[in-house]
């Protein structure tokens, strides 16, 4: 199994970015964004399901973040609007085939190789 996730880099608050990862290896119940800033826990962003497209995402992101997927490409995005600096972060996309409802890092056993994404006051 292999994820590879880009689209990160460095934008000003207010600015859109997004994100994408593209699996190979196989299909996955559920596909999700974790990110992780300097110093603090890997933390959970939003999650989408292969089957149904059923989203959710943390309280901080809801309503500026959207988690979408194209089946036919094996590929995972997040689109993010209205960027913030706290929002500063290295992204990481995760896959599980647990069906059992996720958002813990420990319920994802493959993970891509992180992209950073820094927003600039």
């Known amino acids: 199994v292999q994820l590879q996730a880009s689209g990160g880099g460095l934008v000003e608050a207010g600015d859109s970015l997004r994100l994408s990862c593209a699996a190979s290896?196989?299909?996955?119940?559920?596909y999700a964004w974790f990110r992780q800033a300097p110093g603090k826990e890997r933390q959970f962003v939003a999650r989408?399901?292969?089957?149904?497209?059923?989203?959710y995402y943390t309280a901080s992101v809801k309503g500026r973040f959207t988690i979408s997927r194209d089946n036919a490409k094996n590929t995972v995005y997040l689109q993010m609007n209205s960027l913030k600096p706290e929002d500063t972060a290295v992204y990481f996309c995760?896959?599980?085939?647990?069906?059992?409802?996720?958002?813990?890092?420990?319920?994802?056993?493959?993970w891509g190789q992180g992209t950073q994404v820094t927003v600039s006051s």
């Open positions: 989408i399901t292969w089957e149904s497209g059923s989203t």
């Open positions: 995760a896959v599980t085939s647990t069906k059992v409802f996720m958002t813990s890092s420990r319920g994802y056993p493959y």
């Open positions: 290896g196989g299909t996955f119940s559920q």
